[in-house]
């Protein structure tokens, strides 16, 4: 079972920025596409970003595009999301999230196709 711990959250103004970090310390690790969703109180969980196992490919969400910038380390099995310019609707809880599939050739953002979620971390932007 893969097992996933992120970080870096925290309380910044509008405009500022926060980087997530995610860590694993499953071996196989390199083989999952990770993403990132994240949950506004009230409202369903969304994704944001994805990366694929190889690196080779991301995918974003609208809503964040050219301003959050999703990567990974495999050799230090971690994924990380950089994210600038934020805006008080980024307000969220932060998941980190790998794929059920290893291998999978073409990113999904669809939350049921991610099965080993960290605990959350917690983003707030003020105004």
């Known amino acids: 079972q893969v097992q996933l711990v992120e970080s870096g959250g925290g309380l910044v103004q509008a405009g500022g920025s926060l980087r997530l970090s995610c860590a694993s310390s499953?071996?196989?690790?390199?083989?999952?596409?990770m993403a990132w969703f994240r949950q506004a109180p009230g409202k369903e969980r969304e994704f944001v970003a994805a990366?694929?196992?190889?690196?080779?490919?991301?995918y974003y969400a609208d809503s964040v595009k050219g301003r959050f910038t999703i990567s990974r380390d495999n050799a230090k099995k971690m994924v990380v999301l950089q994210m600038n310019s934020l805006k008080p609707e980024d307000t969220a809880v932060y998941y980190c999230?790998?794929?059920?599939?290893?291998?999978?050739?073409?990113?999904?953002?669809?939350?049921?196709?991610?099965?080993?979620w960290g605990q959350g971390t917690q983003v707030t932007v003020s105004s």
């Open positions: 990366i694929r196992w190889s690196g080779g490919s991301t």
């Open positions: 499953d071996v196989t690790f390199s083989s999952y596409t």
């Open positions: 999230a790998a794929d059920r599939v290893r291998f999978r050739v073409r990113i999904t953002t669809t939350s049921d196709e991610y099965v080993y």
